[in-house]
């Protein structure tokens, strides 16, 4: 093990992963702790991939991803921000996740610093960490607005080694959505510093506001701005198990990105990438599904916890997840592990989404009303009866 290289040999566990273990095969219990709903994919999107297996595309394929699939992807985002996009911008990946470490890896290094704001999901801190980079987290707080990212301390958090800000909005875990405002002054800020943002947008369609996205850098930045977009298909169209996601970037990187995508698995298989396409070009009322189904979970989790009088949280404007904490129950990795105990429902510690978690859990609430009812009535009946 010493003979290892000390950043993968560093490399944390996970909270999540720790209860899930723990509470894995347990009968009866409701899982609320990972990130994915309960739907499967859907028959039209199995279906493409079938069909591309049946025709043989078991070969290897480009390294950006196939024609049909870039242009499908713009064609998406051409019809969700009203305005062009070309197909040279997009590049697929296996999964969201990689699409962040090839983000980060562009980026930043050794040495070198990227600010997160903190809750945050706990793969981009330690992807940055297995770099060799050093993530700076940044304590968000909660008020009576909500969770509030405070500029003036991602200004001051600024270093001759900073390198990129790793903005996720809508945020897994809090909800939080960073208004345009916020993202234009972000923007400006990594515009003056000469800073990279990676902007996670895996929830952008899981907004619960008046439209039917989330604002976006998109919004407000201009096609050569230092952004690098990472996305994927896991959440909007229930393929977390495919592992395909994309890049959006200017297309001057694209020999860059192709080149990390070659050294790490060489591109993704094409009966995954004409599912992708399927998705994306049959897939809205799908999303419309998923989107009114987590919208209703929330309202339901959120009105139930309201009156038990023994939590705090905002409620979420974005993603499909609550972020809430317990009164008289700072110690959230082992609550996490007593709620499988004494209620029979799996929730994730805070504590696994860095130091802005503490004291928090997250639940899961992209669900059916049924499975979502029963695992409130047992969560609501625990906190009116446990004591700290």
């Not at 500029?151 to 208004?179: M, Q």
């Not at 201009?222 to 959440?235: A, H, Q």
């Not at 009322?285 to 139930?304: H, K």
């Amino acid at each position: 093990m010493e003979s290892l290289r000390a950043e993968a040999r560093e490399a944390p566990e996970s909270g999540i992963v720790e209860v899930m273990t723990y509470g894995w095969g347990r009968p009866g219990l409701i899982p609320l702790w990972a990130g994915e709903g309960d739907l499967p994919t859907p028959e039209f999107i199995r279906d493409a991939a079938s069909r591309s297996l049946a025709d043989g595309e078991t070969f290897y394929t480009s390294q950006r991803g196939i024609p049909e699939l870039r242009e499908a992807l713009a064609d998406y985002h051409t019809r969700l921000y009203g305005r062009p996009f070309q197909p040279e911008r997009f590049f697929v990946t296996g999964s969201g996740m990689q699409a962040i470490q090839i983000a980060v890896d562009s980026v930043a290094g050794a040495g070198d610093e990227v600010l997160v704001p903190s809750p945050a999901w706990p793969n981009i801190v330690a992807a940055l960490g297995v770099s060799g980079a050093r993530p700076v987290e940044l304590p968000m707080s909660l008020g009576n607005d909500g969770w509030v990212l405070d500029l003036e301390k991602l200004k001051a958090a600024i270093t001759p080694k900073t390198r990129a800000i790793f903005v996720n909005s809508p945020s897994n875990p809090t909800g939080w959505v960073a208004g345009r405002e916020v993202l234009a002054e972000i923007l400006d800020l990594a515009r003056k510093e000469g800073l990279w943002i990676i902007s996670d947008e895996v929830y952008s369609r899981f907004y619960f506001g008046d439209a039917p996205r989330a604002p976006s850098f998109y919004d407000v930045a201009e096609d050569d701005d230092r952004i690098l977009y990472v996305n994927t298909f896991s959440k909007n169209w229930a393929m977390t198990g495919w592992r395909v996601g994309w890049i959006s970037a200017a297309p001057e990187l694209g020999q860059v990105i192709e080149n990390l995508i070659q050294y790490s698995t060489s591109g993704v298989a094409v009966f995954m990438q004409r599912a992708a396409v399927a998705a994306l070009n049959d897939g809205e009322a799908f999303v419309a599904e998923q989107v009114a189904r987590a919208r209703s979970g929330r309202d339901l989790i959120c009105s139930a916890l309201e009156r038990t009088g023994r939590t705090r949280f905002a409620w979420p404007a974005g993603a499909f997840y609550l972020f809430f904490a317990v009164d008289g129950e700072p110690d959230t990795s082992k609550l996490g592990l007593r709620l499988v105990d004494e209620a029979n429902i799996g929730l994730a510690p805070g504590t696994a989404f860095g130091a802005g978690g503490e004291g928090y859990m997250r639940l899961c609430f992209a669900r059916g009303a049924d499975g979502l009812q029963t695992a409130t009535q047992r969560l609501v009946t625990w906190l009116q009866t446990s004591c700290a």
